[in-house]
């Protein structure tokens, strides 16, 4: 599984990023590997407008299962991502990344 | 920290004026950010101090080095938006009109065509009459709000309250359904949704919360002028219970609204009576949902 975080770091212990659009940075942790990388997304955040579809879009990139974010992307992020078929998991917003991870492990998410 | 984002979908509801009375029952604990900058009017009530400011910079314009340009016209000729205009034998940019789109840096000869950022306004940090902050902004003539302004609104303001180690950031969230609403809800912790019984009033509220619906955030509502029309606050009413949105409060036609708007005050400094106790329970709704002890 390749899994995607919104952080606003770069480390295990970086606290998430609630928001999807204008998220400072994507994890990506693949667990085969066991590799996690690091995505600067604040290029996007800083985009008057459409920050939500220019960001799933660099996502689909790196081509995640799944993505573990703080409440979920907005209308246009969220029509981009259902066609990705990326599963969505939410509710990760105040957690850090490392917490986040075992969260989703134990289901709660 | 909590994040209570109020919105309303349709403008003229009371979003303003309720979101003004919840910062001052709110007091020290809570940080206010306006990030209805289209028509912001916030600081008509909490009288801001304007302590620091700093420009802000979003899309761009063209400019137009008139030492290298040869006044061919070809920059005019494929402007889709008849931005460069002939004045006194020069090209001009009308920024007014120009869109920043870069089309006639691409097609001059001579390169003479620059996009430069464009300065559309200012935010500021103040301190207001609450005891607290209020992080806010002001658009020049002609600029738009966006999602990257109500960004930086909301992430200075939640800065202030982690800083401060505040239980409450509010924010007075932009109208509609676009770019700075999505914003303004990424992130929230509770959204407080503001209507009227009218039926633009019951239209919007279905239109935005289908949005809040998207963001997974638990949301409750105030139904405003509740009186005015029966038929459609029971609409309302079991639009609420069908969507599980808590149903805050219904508060009656009050010309106190207006009186206190009137001289720059908010509805509870204003008022004694039923309507500042219905705010005040509203407010403590709130609180208790959001699961922070007062």
Redesign the interface.
């Given at each position: 599984m390749k899994i995607a975080f919104t952080t606003k770091g770069k480390t295990w212990d970086s606290p998430m990023d609630p928001r999807f659009g204008r998220t400072e940075y994507f994890l990506i942790y693949d667990e085969e590997k066991e590799e996690l990388t690091h995505y600067d997304n604040r290029d996007s955040a800083n985009e008057a407008h459409g920050a939500g579809p220019k960001t799933a879009q660099k996502l689909f990139e790196f081509n995640p299962d799944i993505l573990i974010t703080g409440n979920g992307p907005g209308g246009n992020a969220a029509a981009v991502l259902e066609k990705t078929g990326i599963k969505i998991l939410v509710g990760a917003g105040d957690m850090t990344v490392k917490e986040a991870y075992n969260a989703y492990k134990k289901g709660e998410l | 920290m909590k994040e209570i984002v109020i919105i309303s979908g349709k403008g003229g509801t009371g979003k303003t004026s309720l979101t003004a009375s919840f910062a001052m029952l709110g007091g020290k604990d809570v940080i206010v950010a306006d990030c209805d900058v289209d028509a912001a009017d916030m600081h008509l009530l909490l009288e801001p101090d304007f302590q620091d400011s700093e420009d802000f910079y979003?899309?761009e314009l063209a400019y137009i080095k008139q030492d290298q340009c040869i006044k061919c016209g070809k920059c005019a000729d494929v402007c889709r938006f008849d931005a460069i205009p002939i004045i006194n034998t020069r090209y001009i940019v009308d920024p007014l009109s120009c869109e920043g789109c870069g089309y006639c840096a691409r097609v001059c000869p001579t390169n003479a065509i620059i996009n430069k950022s464009l300065n559309v306004g200012k935010w500021y940090i103040s301190n207001i009459k609450t005891g607290s902050t209020m992080v806010h902004a002001k658009l020049g003539i002609g600029a738009d709000n966006?999602?990257?302004?109500v960004?930086k609104v909301k992430s200075e303001a939640k800065n202030i309250a982690e800083e401060e180690q505040k239980d409450f950031v509010i924010v007075d969230g932009s109208p509609g359904?676009g770019?700075p609403v999505?914003?303004s809800?990424?992130?929230?912790s509770f959204v407080v949704l503001v209507t009227e019984p009218s039926v633009s009033g019951l239209h919007d509220l279905k239109r935005v919360y289908e949005?809040v619906n998207?963001?997974?955030?638990k949301a409750g509502c105030i139904i405003n002028k509740s009186d005015i029309n029966q038929k459609v606050t029971v609409e309302i009413e079991n639009f609420l219970e069908k969507e599980n949105i808590v149903h805050l409060a219904s508060l009656p036609y009050n010309e106190d609204f207006t009186k206190a708007m009137t001289i720059g005050q908010t509805i509870v400094e204003y008022s004694n009576g039923s309507l500042k106790q219905l705010i005040t329970d509203s407010w403590n709704n709130i609180l208790n949902i959001v699961n922070i002890k007062k």
């Open positions: - | 979003s899309g966006s999602g990257k302004l960004a359904v770019c999505v914003s809800l990424s992130g929230a949005l998207k963001f997974n955030i």
